[in-house]
């Protein structure tokens, strides 16, 4: 495993994270809380110390789940959460995957973090992002001004956005970089899925920011480990069984594109997706969705991995412009699979 250290602070975190999005809502399967902390636990003794959480999650069940875990090891992990999501009074009516109202208000905030903080069982959040914000958060100065007083008070280290639903909002992250310079921002990136996380990337770059990127859905909701095919059937409470069948054709055909990067079993191709968004040194960490220990052990291994060459590099540029050989439909976006992420709006 390899580490990286978020600019302007001492936060440093292994290039592969675990998101506990898949453990704690049941949208991935059901685990028990012994499963979820066992899988976790196995993930520590592989290397991985990031762990990012919500307080929507399950209600709060993800970072009860760190605290399980890791009682007794804190100070070996990086703790990371999201707040902004007003579940303590809407979290019981939750409808799917469908957004509940939010509350970026200071005091909601402040609230929500204390609040975190106790189910978590520690005194400080390493890194704090205010989950899916829209425009009027990225101008609104009284927020930024609460998560500088939560940095000063000690509760927090690193603050900033997480960028949803789907798979949008350009717009909140360039002005947030532009404006607020975050310390993190976590938005989808995958070599399907390349806007708007490039442009975002672009203007980090442009700006000279400090901002330090965690990508979720790497693997573009599993279709870039490589083991769907055009007949895969997902189990009854699996969130992708909300995609049309369209999804699953496009991606498949278009996964077989890339089967070059693994390199004749030097590299798995879920490994050679993540190797290929941690060229970029403004990316903190890669937080794959994992759900199995068989998985876990294939994803940690990446940073050992051979580094992806300029010449697999250009493949890909060639493949994305060319959109894998399949017609652009008018109104979408180059780099992009044709069917967005909505399947993960809340996440």
């Not at 939010?102 to 189910?119: C, H, M, N, Y």
């Not at 940690?300 to 994305?320: F, N």
Request: hydrophobic share 40%.
């Amino acid at each position: 495993m390899k580490f990286r250290t978020f600019r302007e602070s001492d936060v440093t975190v292994s290039e592969i994270g675990f998101g506990l999005w898949t453990l704690s809502t049941g949208w991935w399967g059901t685990y028990t809380d012994d499963e979820a902390v066992a899988l976790m636990r196995k993930a520590k003794d592989l290397g991985i110390t990031l762990f990012d959480a919500a307080d929507t999650y399950g209600n709060g069940r993800s970072e009860e789940l760190i605290a399980k875990a890791f009682a007794d090891c804190r100070d070996e992990i990086v703790i990371a959460t999201k707040v902004g999501y007003d579940f303590m009074t809407f979290g019981d009516g939750r409808r799917g995957q469908r957004e509940i109202p939010q509350d970026f208000s200071p005091a909601a905030i402040r609230s929500a973090t204390e609040a975190a903080l106790q189910r978590l069982g520690t005194d400080c959040i390493d890194i704090l992002q205010l989950h899916n914000i829209r425009m009027e958060q990225t101008e609104d100065a009284a927020l930024w001004e609460t998560l500088e007083d939560l940095k000063a008070e000690g509760k927090i280290k690193v603050g900033g956005v997480a960028l949803g639903p789907a798979i949008g909002w350009l717009g909140e992250g360039v002005r947030a970089i532009q404006q607020r310079n975050p310390g993190v921002m976590q938005h989808i990136y995958n070599l399907l899925e390349q806007h708007p996380g490039a442009a975002i990337h672009d203007a980090a770059r442009a700006c000279n920011s400090d901002t330090m990127f965690l990508i979720r859905v790497p693997h573009s909701s599993g279709m870039l480990e490589g083991h769907y095919t055009e007949d895969t059937v997902f189990p009854p409470n699996d969130h992708r069984n909300h995609r049309p069948r369209a999804w699953l054709i496009d991606g498949v055909r278009k996964v077989e594109q890339l089967r070059f990067l693994e390199q004749n079993g030097n590299r798995t191709l879920g490994q050679a997706a993540m190797l290929w968004l941690l060229r970029d040194d403004r990316v903190a960490s890669v937080l794959p969705n994992i759900y199995n220990a068989e998985q876990l052990v294939e994803f940690a291994a990446t940073s050992d991995k051979p580094a992806l060459t300029d010449d697999e590099l250009g493949q890909i540029a060639k493949l994305v412009e060319q959109n894998f050989g399949q017609p652009w439909q008018e109104g979408k976006f180059k780099g992009t699979m044709e069917l967005p992420s909505v399947a993960e709006a809340s996440v």
